[in-house]
């Protein structure tokens, strides 16, 4: 399983496909990675594709912390974490 390490040390999950400029998935609150495989299959036609599952959302860590979950995490991807 691929990971990616945000700037605290929280193992996120994600996976790829594809080539070329990168797209990048969030999820909302009540889903996961997994909800864009449709949508990365067809854009990973031409594009390098990424979609992973935030932290609190396995497979990604879930840290035991309150702390691990405030505003600052969700600071844009490509300044948090090594994914792109």
């Given at each position: 399983m691929?990971?990616?390490?945000?700037s605290d040390n929280v193992r996120l999950y994600y996976e790829d496909?594809?080539?070329?400029?990168?797209?990048?998935f969030l999820h909302e609150f009540a889903a996961d990675h997994t909800n864009w495989e449709p949508?990365?299959?067809?854009?990973s036609r031409g594009h390098r594709c990424i979609a992973y599952s935030a932290r609190g959302y396995t497979p990604s860590d879930v840290p035991a912390s309150v702390e691990a979950?405030?505003?600052r995490h969700s600071i844009p991807m490509r300044s948090r974490c090594s994914i792109i």
């Open positions: 691929p990971y990616a390490a945000a496909a594809g080539s070329g400029t990168p797209m990048l949508q990365m299959r067809y854009f979950y405030t505003y």
